[in-house]
């Protein structure tokens, strides 16, 4: 080709079509393909199930449909809390389907599992409602991230907050399994680096239809404070058992170290009020949580929890990366996603750390009296901001991620 005769302008819109294409074709399979593998029918279904893939197509839809050219898809999957189940949807996606990137997966048993079929298969994944801080710790991965909270950060904003307020002795509720036993073992830390003891706890299986007599042991401990070291449905079903038991009345006080707010909802303000928690996100908190919660309320007729609006946030950070790289391949979109700042409706000052933690500020909040609440869903009273690098910490050393 003679440039003089067909005119740099020519020239150069040939080569940039070529630069295109050749960006275009780096798109596995002309096509990216997220999977949402979540809980759709059991106890986690109402704070992920229809909600989180509700939010993933909506980070899909406002990214535009497609991106480098290519059509952006999603697939869904129910694990049923089950980890066999989980793997053996995680490795068919992974395999089969051409899954790029997993998102969700509630219960940490669940996510331990899904993890280590994407480190097996070198896919992504993003876990936003498994909060076992092993996640980014001896397990850590240069596949899987954790988006949304850790147990650590949760007893952070909890634990310490209520110690410091004079809730020095403690009994623990926690559910039977890694999620629990992780929430009890660093609220504990955090409870006896601050001078209180933890007197003991009891540990229920998750979904115990009849939690009276673990109720009963914690308010026999005479505790100052009751922790709940647990997830749905057993969380809500303790306080409001505790409820019924006049553990309130007899001066003990109930701290969820985790609570979400369907399961606030569902609970209702005369039995939650006064519930010291903390949130990695609340609608209502300012003008961006608004706008974007009131677009997921006109689909669900719900507000979203902090692990749906979190598939939304992750899933866009997710896209621009492959935008910004112009390629699919998971090492080098993960590493974009880590260079690129996470500032949006969901997080304040995040980061993707080097250990794949995803590090935000969080928010101690009081739940609100029946007569405080104005209007459907104003559930919260934001009483502190908790840094990111305050309530997550230092990177765990045990990460072989690391840099040593």
Request: aromatic share 8%; hydrophobic share 45%.
């Amino acid at each position: 080709m003679n440039p003089a005769r067909f005119g740099l302008p020519i020239v150069a819109a040939l080569a940039a079509a070529l630069l295109s294409g050749a960006a275009m074709a780096q798109v596995s399979d002309d096509v990216v393909k997220i999977g949402v593998l979540t809980d759709m029918n059991g106890p986690a279904s109402a704070p992920t199930g229809q909600g989180s893939v509700t939010a993933a197509q909506m980070a899909i839809d406002d990214f535009g449909g497609t991106v480098l050219g290519k059509p952006i898809s999603i697939v869904i999957g129910d694990h049923q809390l089950k980890a066999d189940i989980g793997a053996g949807i995680a490795r068919r996606w992974y395999d089969v389907d051409q899954v790029d990137l997993i998102v969700d997966v509630p219960v940490s048993a669940v996510g331990l599992a899904v993890q280590n079929i994407a480190n097996e298969k070198k896919r992504l994944f993003i876990t936003h409602s498994t909060g076992t801080a092993d996640f980014h710790g001896k397990f850590c991965s240069p596949y899987a991230m954790q988006w949304v909270f850790d147990t650590r950060a949760l007893a952070v904003g909890t634990a310490d907050a209520v110690v410091k307020r004079g809730g020095d002795s403690w009994f623990f509720i926690t559910d039977d399994y890694a999620f629990g036993h992780s929430l009890e073992r660093d609220a504990s830390s955090v409870i006896t680096a601050n001078g209180g003891k933890v007197l003991g706890s009891v540990k229920p299986p998750l979904a115990t239809p009849d939690l009276s007599s673990f109720v009963l042991q914690a308010q026999a401990s005479k505790a100052k404070i009751i922790g709940i070291a647990a997830g749905p449905p057993n969380n809500m079903n303790e306080i409001k058992t505790g409820s019924e038991f006049g553990v309130f009345k007899g001066g003990q006080q109930m701290a969820a170290l985790l609570a979400l707010i369907t399961d606030i909802h569902g609970l209702g303000l005369q039995a939650a009020q006064g519930l010291l928690l903390t949130t990695s996100f609340y609608w209502d908190m300012d003008d961006k949580t608004r706008e974007w919660s009131k677009r997921y309320f006109a689909k669900m007729n719900k507000m979203p929890t902090m692990w749906q609006a979190g598939v939304y946030s992750s899933v866009i950070h997710y896209l621009n990366a492959i935008k910004a790289t112009g390629t699919d391949d998971p090492l080098k979109v993960a590493a974009k996603m880590r260079e690129t700042p996470v500032e949006d409706f969901f997080a304040r000052n995040g980061k993707l750390r080097e250990d794949n933690l995803m590090v935000h500020d969080l928010w101690l909040v009081q739940v609100k009296t029946p007569e405080e609440s104005k209007y459907p869903w104003d559930y919260y009273k934001i009483l502190t901001k908790i840094p990111g690098e305050q309530a997550f910490g230092p990177p765990d050393p045990a990460c072989p991620m690391l840099k040593k």
